[in-house]
């Protein structure tokens, strides 16, 4: 084995090679004396080979004359080869192993760095268990079926699940981001003579190992970028479990409403059948009549805007399952009167952690802090380490010329004659352009810093959100429980003594009619307020970012059925 730095003249097309490595020939090695030629030859022909140590030309044996050839005497040979040794072998040992040690540090590293990141794999990969535990479950068409429908069957979270998906791609791309092998060939347009014969072609297969910590940050960088495709796959979930929310308990009220208003209508036509048989009768004004038939009509029109309401409400709730928009529901809905168990500040704290496009924005920063200790590493060299054969053809035969100008004739061709040459190889690029790799990790930075700006921007817009909810919340507890406990109790009353009244004739048909529309008003707004009270609370949990502790005191179908109209038909 010996260290070799050689050149190649080709005066035809003017152009010097360079080469520094090792060469391995059978624990033969070639000197550099052997192939360099001495300043002061180099002017001669280009078939020759410059002598060395005091024989002043080598030419081939065709370009002889006989009488030349005739007078040759014994030289000693120029070219010596290199003795051998136990040495070479040991060092070329010690080199292979370093380079053993070398790449199972380096795939150590990586399968460490890995490790890491199937956390996140594993996090990430269950992120829709919606589709999974919704499967095999009895459909039943209530709110709780239908969100795990909504987990199953959504086009919107499939999407964002497949978008999840490939960002875990990312990962192991990272891991085994090793640029490609190279392999490289070169013939010699004008062979190299040497001792054991002409240089022909070399063949040469090489591989570039980046350093450890690029690998290491581009699983970082992955590994982030995944937990960000996580976090946007939850919000979207939130998005559309709200959407579905609102729009059951949407259609749950207008539900209920055309319920109420069918009740009141069927009263009113009740009493104007009997208002025209009074008046047939002369009893009842006709102005009595008239003014029934104008309620009658002013609610036919409200009942008839609500069943249209319905359509557009229903096509919501089959959009958010995915399903045609003209699919009906089997059952009526109904809406859960339900009271927080936290505090607005509780719930302040909660949305700061748990909310899903906070943490977004979290795992953008933590990924643009990786890709800036990412771009540091750039300066850190990267290994390439190389193997190369040159082939060489069979020795050529020279004819020696002494210094007094006899010829002697060529001796035998050395025994590894036509051997090829092996060079072990290894290279670093340099780093050198600072300037680059600074700008790289400033963009970074100015990156993470925007990640973070945004992410507080959000969290202010998101808290302002979550108090106006929460005031719209108490603004509908506060209005069901006026209505249920005051305001529908006393018109009950109130309805109720002006039916008695009429009935005994002490009152006419304008206060029962007016007692009527107030207790259907007041039965419409407890409607309102206990579907606002859900939607706004659907509303919290989606700028929280988790279902709330709350507690369920009775329904809409409860509360509507014990503020019911009385009945008078019979009476």
């Given at each position: ?175 085994w981001s090793l640029p490609d092998p190279k392999f490289s060939f070169g ?59 609102k729009a059951w308990y949407e259609y749950a009220y207008l539900d209920q ?172 690029n340099i780093p050198l352009w600072f300037g680059r790799i600074e700008a ?132």
């Open positions: 084995m010996s260290v070799f730095f050689q050149v190649i003249s080709n005066s035809r097309l003017n152009w010097f090679g360079m080469s520094f490595g090792i060469m391995f020939h059978q624990n033969r090695c070639l000197s550099a004396s052997s192939i360099l030629p001495r300043p002061q030859d180099r002017t001669l022909d280009r078939t020759a080979i410059t002598p060395i140590t005091g024989i002043k030309r080598i030419v081939p044996m065709h370009t002889l004359s006989p009488s030349m050839a005739r007078n040759t005497s014994q030289e000693p040979s120029i070219l010596v080869p290199c003795r051998d040794g136990a040495g070479y072998a040991v060092r070329l040992v010690l080199v292979m192993m370093c380079v053993v040690v070398a790449c199972s540090l380096f795939f150590v590293g990586i399968q460490t760095a890995h490790a890491k990141a199937k956390k996140a794999v594993k996090a990430t990969t269950t992120a829709h268990h919606g589709l999974e535990t919704a499967q095999g479950e009895e459909a039943t068409e209530d709110l709780a079926s239908f969100l795990a429908q909504a987990a199953k069957d959504n086009n919107q979270l499939k999407a964002e699940f497949f978008r999840v998906k490939s960002a875990l791609e990312k990962i192991p791309q990272a891991k013939y010699f347009i004008e062979s190299v003579e040497t001792r054991v014969g002409p240089q022909l072609m070399r063949f040469g297969l090489s591989q570039t190992f980046p350093w450890i910590g690029k690998i290491l940050g581009r699983i970082d960088v992955a590994t982030n970028d995944a937990r960000a495709a996580q976090a946007r796959f939850e919000a979207v979930r939130l998005s559309v479990f709200y959407a579905l929310k409403a055309t319920r109420i208003l069918q009740e009141n209508l069927d009263l009113l036509r009740f009493l104007e059948s009997v208002a025209r048989s009074g008046y047939a009768a002369g009893t009842v004004p006709h102005a009595d009549v008239l003014s029934l038939q104008v309620e009658i009509g002013k609610l036919e029109e409200r009942l008839t805007a609500l069943r249209d309401f319905k359509k557009p409400a229903l096509a919501a709730i089959n959009a958010a399952l995915s399903r045609p928009v003209g699919t009906s529901l089997s059952a009526a809905p109904d809406i859960p009167v339900m009271h927080l168990r936290l505090d607005e500040d509780k719930l302040l704290a909660q949305q700061r952690k748990s909310n899903p496009r906070l943490i977004v924005y979290d795992h953008i920063a933590a990924k643009e802090a990786a890709g800036k200790r990412l771009a540091r590493q750039d300066y850190y060299p990267d290994l390439t380490l190389g193997v190369e054969t040159i082939v060489t053809g069979d020795a050529r035969l020279f004819n020696r010329v002494s210094s007094d100008g006899t010829i002697s004739a060529p001796s035998a061709p050395p025994p590894d004659s036509g051997k090829n040459a092996w060079i072990v190889s290894a290279s670093i790289t990790a400033r963009e970074a930075e100015y990156k993470r810093l925007a990640a973070l700006r945004n992410r507080d921007g959000l969290a202010d817009t998101l808290g302002a959100d979550l108090k106006m909810a929460m005031y719209n919340y108490r603004d509908a507890m506060r209005k069901i429980e006026l209505y249920r406990e005051t305001l529908i109790p006393k018109a009950m009353q109130s309805f109720r003594a002006a039916l008695s009244g009429y009935q005994t004739g002490l009152t006419g048909f304008a206060a029962l009619v007016d007692a009527q529309r107030t207790l259907l008003e007041f039965q419409l707004s407890l409607t309102r307020a206990v579907a606002d009270q859900a939607e706004q609370l659907s509303q919290v949990e989606l700028l929280v970012g988790q279902d709330v502790a709350s507690g369920v005191d009775g329904s809409l179908m409860a509360y509507s059925t014990s503020s019911s109209v009385p009945s008078i038909k019979g009476k």
